[in-house]
């Protein structure tokens, strides 16, 4: 999935108010989503989680592709320390602005991403702190779903073209079965 | 959110593989999609589970939209039925063909779509009984993901387009903030 980023040195999701046992699954989705969808590093404020990295590092492993990973940061230094660097932060929730008005003006620019995407509670300091809050719809659901859908406008879709040159494992698409080829079996 | 469905007469999302306690919250996610990208039923398989329940109900109570809801259905013996009644039946997989390749056709079909979307393992029975098995990436990462984007193809985003003259409580889009208005205050 690497080379998606385009014109943009990076494209990182970072993961706030992760709750250890309850988010384990919901952040492992995160995670995933953010590679499949072509972000090339994943990012989890607060704790780590030792569920959330193997499930992460045993996908990069399998099916390919080259992401950064870290855990454990400190959420709001690390939204500073994007910006002060030239990044710009993009914050996924329901309140803002609709993605569609947004998304050119976020694809035009070269500055690297910060991908912001919280769990129910978001401190203000996100709000106040984003180049962008950005609503994928203005409806309650899944910051899994919003990251995705955000992901996909900023690429146009083209994370979603079956590439079957790609290295290591991979499906064949198939309309009715479950063929892989490729790479190590996992 | 009423009215997305357009020339079909239904659109339902059909969870199966739900274990109760463990994907509690990701079959809530699910659930949340199907609603807020505009499916008109959720239907989840096996057994029922309170949380996802009451979760899916109290949305729909605070932010609006009517959802046909049930839960504890037999998952084979529904989809036999659903295409005994003249229904399609599509299941999201990631070894199934790429969405931009089906997506045109299956939004021309105006049979009442059931769209099946799985936990880990899904048996090889909704493989063979789908009318169309659909790839969003194939990649693995979420099923909560691949339905967002697959009923975002659906419906060619009309779902992200702010609607504010919709009934009941909503947001109002905002730069930076958290504006609500309408609606019962939940």
């Known amino acids: 999935m690497s080379g998606l980023a ?50 992460l590092r045993r996908v990069l492993e399998c099916w390919g592709g080259e992401m950064h990973y870290e855990c454990g940061v400190p959420a709001k230094a690390y939204v500073r320390s994007w910006r002060e660097s030239g990044g710009e932060v993009i914050h996924l929730t329901m309140y803002g602005v609709p993605v569609e008005r947004v998304i050119d003006e976020i694809r035009a ?26 609503a994928v719809t203005s409806e309650p659901h899944s910051e899994i779903a919003a990251l995705a859908v955000f992901l996909d406008r900023l690429y146009r879709g083209r994370e979603l073209l079956y590439n079957p040159s790609r290295p290591g494992k991979r499906v064949v698409p198939s309309a009715r079965g479950k063929r892989v080829t490729g790479g190590v079996e996992c």
């Not at 972000?39 to 569920?51: M, R």
């Not at 690297?112 to 996100?126: D, I, N, S, T």
């Open 6 to 55: 385009g014109p943009y040195r990076k494209v990182y999701v970072l993961r706030i108010g992760h709750r250890p046992q309850r988010d384990k699954r919901v952040t492992t989705h995160v995670a995933l989503v953010a590679r499949a969808f072509g972000a090339n590093g994943f990012v989890l404020a607060g704790s780590c989680s030792d569920s959330v990295e193997r499930s």
């Open 109 to 134: 620019s070269p500055r690297p991403k910060l991908v912001v995407v919280g769990a129910e509670k978001v401190e203000w300091f996100f709000y106040e702190n984003a180049d962008y809050n950005v």
